[in-house]
């Protein structure tokens, strides 16, 4: 489908909504609930939390779908409410100390573990060293703040530009790319003694 034609439908999915139809807003949530999952997931790093931030932020979008000005798209619209609430989950999450508990039991879930390996017959250290890998680049991410983490995986890892960082996190372009240099310094530092760091 068309951007311009993708538009019109949405326009008048709003318009729908906000006449009394509830089940229109059905068919911006399918349109944009993978994206908004997939940024929530980079910010929490968790599927869980990122699932949980997209079902409030598409419920924070529609009570507040009457004050939405129809001069930029719902999708940048969305994505700014989606990262806001998943910025405050995961600070809610760092005060919240026993949810960073180990718990000891618990299996862990094949998507957070999934590993792609290029050699299917790769044997046992290869996919230790992998897991190993995808542990550690965790960890250094964990340690960034919130900020740091959404505006480095927003601009690396979504290619949103700058300015649309800056927007949606509310904070001018330069405390954006700012955000952005941190995060990699700290990246850098905390992965340089794993194969070499990031290049």
Known sequence: MSNRRMEKAETEAIRDVLAGNRD??????????????RVAFRITGN???AEEAAQEAFLRAY??????RQDSAFSTWIMRIAMNTAI?????RNRDLSYHAPR???????????VRIADRQAGPEGILLNREATSLRQAAMAELTPMERT?????????????EIA???????????QAVFRAVSKLRRSLTPVAGGLR
């Open 151 to 163: 505006a480095f995986t927003l601009r690396h890892m979504e290619d949103i530009p700058m300015a």
């Open 167 to 177: 927007a949606a996190l509310s904070i001018t372009s330069n405390s954006a790319k």
């Open 24 to 37: 229109a807003y059905r068919v911006l949530m399918d349109r944009h609930f993978c994206s908004v999952t």
């Open 88 to 92: 405050n989950l995961v600070e809610r």
């Open 47 to 49: 599927e869980a939390d």
């Open 104 to 114: 000891i039991t618990d299996e862990p879930a094949a998507a957070e573990h999934t």
């Open 63 to 68: 009570n507040k779908l009457p004050s939405f």
